[in-house]
């Protein structure tokens, strides 16, 4: 029985410069990927440009008006999506607005150096924290088990508040496994291997890659998809922590201490 309130040395140096740098790298990639998205702003289903097969376009039919189409709807997004701030003070045609890009102004070629720069920041980050992990011996504690999947809906019921107290658990609970084994064996990998389908130059030397995924347009779709994903899951976390002890939690990933809560399991 762990004693409530006890200080627990939970995240290595290591784990909180690499989750720190990730965060960071991620947000940049995000906004430098929305850039270079703005040079082709649609998405199809298809091996090629297929308009016939669009399931997401912003559009500007005419000056001053900006469209967002989605599986054939369109929507008026004047302002937000479509015509919207160019970064240069003035409005344009353009998907993503300015305060959303990296750079702020429209270049391919600038929003791709941003987007490569930080893919290499967020890939060592992954390495460092994997390989730091295994050496700890305690990358296991993130990966959800056959024992803790009835535990997931229990402990959902608890975050919905409609169960008084967590099933037992670990340093993480059923939830957050499944989510960083999801985050670290599926979108992870998958994101890289679909940004470098995109790559000129690796698909002209590993163009199987390219095929997996059926092709460079639908490469796109399905990286802009698990990005969606991994936004979500980002969007979650930044809420579990702000609704379960902020302060705590903050502490826990700038210093490495974290005080056990009676609702923390076996915290260790």
């Keep these: 029985m762990t004693e409530e309130g006890k200080a627990v040395y ?28 703005n040079a082709a702003p649609y998405l199809d289903a298809a091996d090629k440009s297929n308009p016939a097969r669009r399931v997401l376009s912003f559009d500007s039919p005419q000056d001053g008006i900006g469209t967002t189409t989605i599986f054939g709807h369109t929507l008026k997004t004047t302002g937000l999506f479509g015509w919207t701030a160019d970064g240069m003070g003035a409005q344009a045609a353009r ?13 391919l070629a600038d929003g791709r150096r941003w987007h490569f720069f930080f893919a290499w920041i967020m890939a060592g980050c992954g390495f460092f924290y994997i390989v730091s992990g295994l ?24 975050y919905l508040r409609l169960r ?3 099933p037992e658990h670990g340093t993480y609970n059923p939830l957050q496994k499944l989510a960083y084994t999801l985050v670290i064996f599926v ?82």
């Design 164 to 166: 008084k107290e967590p």
């Design 10 to 37: 939970r995240h290595s140096l290591v784990t909180r410069i690499t989750h720190w740098l990730f965060f960071i790298a991620f947000m940049a990639l995000v906004s430098s990927g929305l850039q270079v998205f």
């Design 187 to 268: 979108f992870a990998p998958l994101l890289v291997l679909s940004g470098l389908a995109l790559s000129p130059g690796f698909d002209a030397w590993l163009h199987p890659i390219t095929s997996v995924f059926g092709g460079r347009q639908y490469a796109r779709l399905w990286h802009f998809v698990l990005m969606i994903a991994l936004l979500g899951f980002f969007v979650t976390h930044v809420i579990l922590v702000a609704t379960q002890g902020v302060f705590n939690q903050m502490r826990s990933m700038i210093t490495g201490w974290y005080r056990l809560r009676s609702s923390d399991g076996t915290g260790v």
């Design 95 to 107: 998907a993503f607005p300015s305060w959303l890009t990296i750079p702020a102004y429209q270049s």
């Design 135 to 158: 050496a700890r011996r305690n990358l296991s504690e993130l990966i959800l088990r056959p024992r803790d999947i009835p535990k997931i809906v229990p402990m959902q019921l608890y």
